[in-house]
């Protein structure tokens, strides 16, 4: 990504609480339905990855590190394309249902009929094809349902409400791990029950949310050459989301480095029985919870209070960089869960504190769901770097290198702190 030295100033969007509250109706009662629906949608988008592990190794155990990871990595190249031409056509919907409606129900549909495929199955290769599908469709509706918080809320409010969802995400995370791990021995469920949960707990937001309906007029024209050709956001006209864009790709190089591989890490490092490690999973996410709990809120609230992005963001990655050295030296369990807990202050101050920065530098507030869905890319693009590269790195040195992955996480994640003083007019 080339980005030029000239960055033109971003100022914070101007709060009009008024014009929100006629279109999307009442903010308050909207952040309720986000909330209740992310109970649900954090489940299944935090647990699937869990779940397809735990299917790979209980289908082919000696082999699960290499299918497992080129699953992964197919999986998150189709949402590379997928998602932001998801996203673009979401703001382009004029459907009666609203923009964001249709695109979350659609989704969670063929979701749910791909993890019945998964379950059903004990072949490798359609287990792996059946996750793909599921994933993109999975992370579709995901993002649909995500924009609605950001143009739906006000923005002097929207880091506390980021972190309220970032607080579901942690607590998702450890009932998703204890979930999949309870389910091992039941594969229909293991894939499918975090997605029947996320359309349990998505109903009242798909019934009661006033999702605005727009005319044609009032939405980008659908130019399918200028669909395509517009997908990006080119960094040079708007440097501000170059930096950060690139910045959180950095940090989610990070999270997928631990998020992908903890789970053999238990199995090859620990010794942790498959039967037991979605327990463990669970355990570290539980230990991890209260402490998520005080920085997902706290820091969304302070961040809010002293109108500050940048330095809370720097610092999370320092913490998640910190975390990562201490896990690649873990020697047992325990210390492996004190590095566990540091990582989630970090995460949780940086999906908190950073998806409100996101918001800040946005270049055109049409094409919210299209540009929110680029930089959930930058998320998504370690999501196939990360096991591209993970089984030649953790076989130098006669295999299970986790230190050589980790610490070199780290680093990236550091470069990406570095980039925060590249953003300009956003404290």
Not at 96 to 101: E, K, L, V
Not at 137 to 165: K, L, S, T, W
Not at 334 to 357: K, N, P
Not at 411 to 424: D, E, K, Q, T
């Amino acid at each position: 990504m080339t980005i030029s030295d000239e960055a033109a100033v971003t100022t914070e969007p101007v709060d009009d609480s008024a014009a929100i509250t006629a279109e999307f109706g009442s903010p308050r009662k909207t952040i309720g339905l986000v909330l209740v629906a992310a109970a649900g949608m954090y489940v299944m988008a935090m647990s699937m990855s869990t779940a397809l592990s735990l299917r790979i190794a209980s289908v082919a155990p000696d082999t699960k590190d290499v299918i497992y990871s080129r699953t992964v990595s197919v999986g998150a190249l189709l949402m590379l394309v997928v998602i932001p031409i998801v996203g673009a056509l979401s703001d382009r919907t004029t459907s009666r249902f609203g923009r964001r409606r249709p695109w979350i129900v659609g989704g969670l549909a063929v979701a749910l009929v791909a993890a019945l495929f998964a379950g059903l199955s004990a072949n490798p290769l359609i287990i792996g094809a059946a996750y793909v599908v599921l994933v993109t469709a999975m992370q579709a509706a995901f993002n649909a349902y995500a924009v609605i918080p950001v143009e739906a809320v006000p923005d002097a409010m929207r880091a506390r409400v980021m972190g309220i969802m970032g607080l579901f995400g942690a607590l998702a995370y450890s009932g998703g791990s204890y979930l999949t791990g309870a389910l091992v021995g039941q594969p229909i469920l293991l894939m499918s029950a975090p997605i029947l949960l996320a359309v349990l707990t998505a109903l009242p937001l798909l019934a009661l949310y006033r999702d605005p309906v727009k005319a044609k007029a009032e939405v980008p024209a659908l130019d399918v050459k200028a669909l395509v050709g517009g997908l990006l956001v080119n960094p040079r006209k708007h440097p501000n989301f170059g930096w950060t864009w690139l910045a959180r790709m950095l940090a989610g190089i990070a999270m997928a480095s631990l998020l992908t591989y903890f789970v053999y890490y238990m199995i090859d490092i620990l010794q942790v029985p498959l039967t037991e490690v979605g327990a463990k999973a669970g355990l570290l996410t539980l230990i991890s919870a209260p402490i998520s709990i005080v920085f997902f809120t706290g820091s969304g609230w302070l961040s809010d209070k002293v109108g500050s992005r940048k330095p809370f963001v720097a610092a999370a990655a320092g913490l998640m960089a910190l975390a990562l050295v201490l896990g690649a030296m873990a020697d047992s369990f325990t210390s492996f869960a004190v590095a566990w807990c540091i990582f989630a202050m970090g995460q949780a101050i940086y999906l908190t504190v950073d998806l409100a920065l996101c918001a800040a530098v946005l270049p055109d507030a049409k094409d919210a769901g299209k540009d929110m869905a680029v930089f959930g890319l930058a998320l998504s693009i370690p999501n196939i770097i990360v096991p591209a590269v993970g089984p030649t790195v953790l076989a130098i040195g006669g295999g299970g290198n986790y230190a050589l992955l980790w610490i070199g996480a780290a680093v990236l994640c550091l470069v990406g702190a570095s980039l925060m003083p590249l953003i300009r007019g956003v404290r």
